[in-house]
């Protein structure tokens, strides 16, 4: 085959332009394009969207502005919070409701905390145990019990804000009626009760903290809500298979504030405008240690009548209480016990609430 020039040509240009095609296809190889960016809000492929980080405590999720700077704080995410709720009163026992949080210092093993939230909690919707001691031993004053737990539910109970369950205790703790906000069933359900057995009163309450950790909570963007266990017992235990530690220990964890109201009369003094205890033993004894850990308190009445201004009370401190929280300077989860000493900043001025919490890690779907 001859050769010409126009043919050597353009063979001469297909093989220059055929390297140059092999070449480009080997750069391409060695340096790819850059992948598209992925998207800021897009959690890694191997991170399931659950295990993202939570919002910063005091934080909005949609905004990311500050809580709590013209109103209460709400809780977006409390892991590693330490939840306070607080009673100041005078020396004349008046409720105390216009403190700031500059007037309050938090010590934790006698350490100075830093408060991360603070607000004025008088309308947060109510979780609340009633535990009615059906045993032998208070037989006489079942009546009592029953229409001082019923005085109680109809003072507090708020519509479609409020619920409670109602929880006896004999030889051993049972539920009675379950969460509800229908004070029709609370007293149907209080009025059928007979007394006759054993008490298991630390049972009772280690059982009703366990359902107070997990009540139906509010519909709504804040499901912050408070936690209310109110004992009307003598204070006897002679049947339980916890001890008493147990139970102040799940109150403690439950974050449930008890309320204790005694069946016993013995030193009670009538004297004056309200019954007077003189002298705490037995069974008050043990009402009271409920009350102090938990930052709560114990009524002594003696008749249904002196009810009504007990009631009141606690009626009137749920709604004028602080909410605190701080997170430990010690953040270690150790299990141990920790004491808690709130302070107020003006002379005369008592404050209570839980003397103290245990440092375990929270669950792992702890969050919101």
């Not at 992925?38 to 492929?45: E, H, T």
């Not at 280690?206 to 003598?234: C, F, H, T, W």
């Not at 008493?244 to 220990?249: R, W």
Request: aromatic share 8%.
């Amino acid at each position: 085959m001859k050769i010409t020039k126009r043919t050597f040509g353009a063979f001469l240009l297909w093989a220059i332009l055929f390297s140059v095609s092999i070449t480009c296809a080997r750069a391409q190889q060695a340096n790819p394009p850059p992948a598209p960016a992925r998207p800021a809000w897009s959690a890694p492929a191997s991170q399931a969207p659950e295990a993202q980080k939570p919002t910063p405590a005091g934080q909005n999720q949609e905004d990311g502005t500050q809580a709590g700077q013209n109103k209460t704080p709400a809780i977006v995410s409390t892991t590693g919070l330490v939840h306070l709720v607080a009673t100041v009163t005078d020396r004349r026992h008046n409720f105390v409701t216009d403190l700031e949080q500059s007037d309050f210092k938090i010590l934790e093993d006698n350490t100075p905390q830093d408060i991360r939230f603070f607000g004025r909690e008088t309308d947060l919707p109510l979780r609340i145990a009633v535990l009615l001691d059906t045993s032998n031993s208070i037989r006489p004053r079942l009546p009592f019990e029953q229409d001082a737990a019923i005085d109680f539910l109809d003072s507090v109970i708020r519509r479609n804000r409020d619920m409670a369950f109602l929880m006896t205790f004999d030889n051993e703790p049972e539920v009675i009626q379950d969460y509800t906000g229908d004070l029709a069933l609370l007293t149907s359900a209080i009025r059928r009760q007979r007394a006759g057995g054993g008490t298991a009163l630390n049972d009772a309450i280690y059982r009703a903290s366990e359902k107070l950790m997990s009540p139906p909570l509010p519909k709504g963007p804040n499901p912050e809500i408070r936690r209310i266990l109110v004992v009307i017992s003598d204070g006897d235990d002679t049947l339980s298979d916890h001890a008493l530690s147990d139970a102040v220990e799940a109150a403690i964890r439950a974050e449930a504030v008890i309320y204790a109201v005694s069946t016993n009369t013995d030193w009670l003094s009538i004297s004056g405008d309200k019954p007077h205890k003189m002298h705490v033993e037995g069974g008050d004894k043990v009402l009271q240690e409920f009350a102090d850990q938990s930052g709560g308190r114990v009524f002594y009445p003696y008749k249904v009548e002196d009810l009504a201004q007990s009631f009141v009370d606690i009626g009137a401190e749920l709604r004028s209480q602080y909410f605190i929280a701080y997170s430990p300077k010690n953040p270690t989860a150790d299990g141990k016990y920790r004491k808690i000493e709130v302070q107020a900043g003006r002379k005369g001025l008592a404050v209570r609430t839980r003397k103290g919490y245990y440092s375990v890690a929270p669950p792992a779907s702890a969050g919101k």
